[in-house]
Each structure stands twice: as structure tokens, then as C-alpha cells.
């Protein structure tokens, strides 16, 4: 067993305060926020159960991932009319170019704060 996997076994919570387990080694009926949507279901107010952690070696530090009981988890609400009409709308408004007001057909780079042919106009 290598120490990082130790460092991230803690299934009493004792020193996180949550139980923890080392990445992809979560107990069976546990799911992260992605693996419940996959399936359908959202966590629906339910406290973190436990949580998964892998030493990051990028950035250093560890990076966590919490675990949500999927017999407590509920179905993700439906899209209403309404939510697509607002999803259209915040869409719109990310490929809108500030400079040329016009539909640039792709989201405009934060970096860049307009579309490529107002960046670059050369």
C-alpha cells in the first residue's frame, strides 16, 4: 500500500470528518454528483456521506470529490419551457460580441472579451 493511498483511507471520518476513501475505491451505493445525473437522479438536499481524494500532482495538494447515498437521491427535475427559453437566452447572450453586436456561432473567449475578427482585425 503506498502512503498516499493511506493518507486518503479514512473510513471512520475521524480525521476529515467525513468517512474517505482513496480514489475509485468509494463503498458500493455511494455515487459522485455526475455519476447520480448519469443515471437520472441529483442529490436532492441530502448531507455528503463520504468523500473520495487523490493527491494532485499538477497543482499539488489533494482534489475531492463528494459521495452522495444513491437510495436518498431523487429524480432530476424536468426541463420546463421556460428553462430552455432562459438557457436559449444566456446562450445567445455568451456568442453576442460586445464590439460588433453581432452572432459570432460560437461562445466568445473570456480571454479575448469579443469575437476573432474584432480581436484580430488585421
Excluded at 474517505?20 to 455519476?35: D, E
Aim: positive net charge.
Amino acid at each position: 500500500m503506498s502512503a498516499a493511498f493511506g493518507k486518503c483511507y479514512d473510513p471512520t471520518g475521524g480525521h476529515y470528518g467525513v468517512p474517505t476513501y482513496p480514489w475509485k475505491f468509494g463503498p458500493p451505493g455511494l455515487a459522485t454528483r455526475r455519476q447520480l445525473r448519469a443515471e437520472g437522479l441529483r442529490p436532492g438536499g441530502q448531507p455528503i456521506a463520504a468523500q473520495v481524494m487523490r493527491q494532485n500532482r499538477r497543482q499539488g495538494g489533494v482534489k475531492v470529490a463528494y459521495l452522495y447515498r444513491v437510495d436518498l437521491a431523487l429524480p432530476v427535475r424536468p426541463m420546463t419551457s421556460r428553462k430552455w427559453g432562459a438557457l436559449a437566452l444566456a446562450m445567445l447572450a455568451r456568442r453576442t460580441c460586445p464590439e460588433c453586436r453581432k452572432d459570432a456561432g460560437y461562445c466568445i473567449p473570456r480571454c479575448l472579451g469579443m469575437c476573432i475578427p474584432c480581436a484580430y482585425p488585421s
